[in-house]
């Protein structure tokens, strides 16, 4: 993990980072990029392992997006989330990280 450029990766311009802290204790986070009044993209939420299912992904969701700017929220899920994504009001597309620049026969 480079810590610098994660750190500078979270807070460009265009990006919003939120963190869960309790008692001085972080419990999660969340990344999302937006134009600032249509459209943004969630890149990141984690919550740790022990404060799951206390509510804190969703409230880290909601305050991102509240403060985004943005009407609406796209995103890439992992099959193990897609229960807390449809805990939202929603809509199912197909999703794909493409990698530009690659060879397309050798995905990474
Ligand atoms: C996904 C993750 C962020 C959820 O965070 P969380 O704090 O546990 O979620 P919340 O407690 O805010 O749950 C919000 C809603 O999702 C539901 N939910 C969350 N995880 C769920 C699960 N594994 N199964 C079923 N429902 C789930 C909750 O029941 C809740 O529903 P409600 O609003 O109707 O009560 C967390 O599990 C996590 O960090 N996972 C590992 C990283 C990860 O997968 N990130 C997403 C990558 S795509």
Do not use: W
């Amino acid at each position: 993990m480079d810590a610098a450029r994660a750190g500078r990766a979270l807070t460009k311009p265009g990006v919003i980072t939120v963190v869960a802290i309790e008692n001085g204790e972080v419990l999660g986070f969340a990344q999302m990029l937006s134009d600032g009044e249509i459209q943004a993209f969630l890149s990141l939420v984690v919550v740790a392992a022990e404060a799951r299912g206390r509510g804190v992904g969703k409230t880290l969701v909601e305050e991102a997006s509240a403060r985004s700017g943005a009407q609406r929220v796209d995103l890439l899920s992992l099959d193990k989330s897609q229960h807390f994504y449809c805990s939202f009001a929603h809509r199912m597309f197909s999703g794909y990280r493409i990698y530009p620049g690659h060879a397309a026969t050798n995905p990474l």
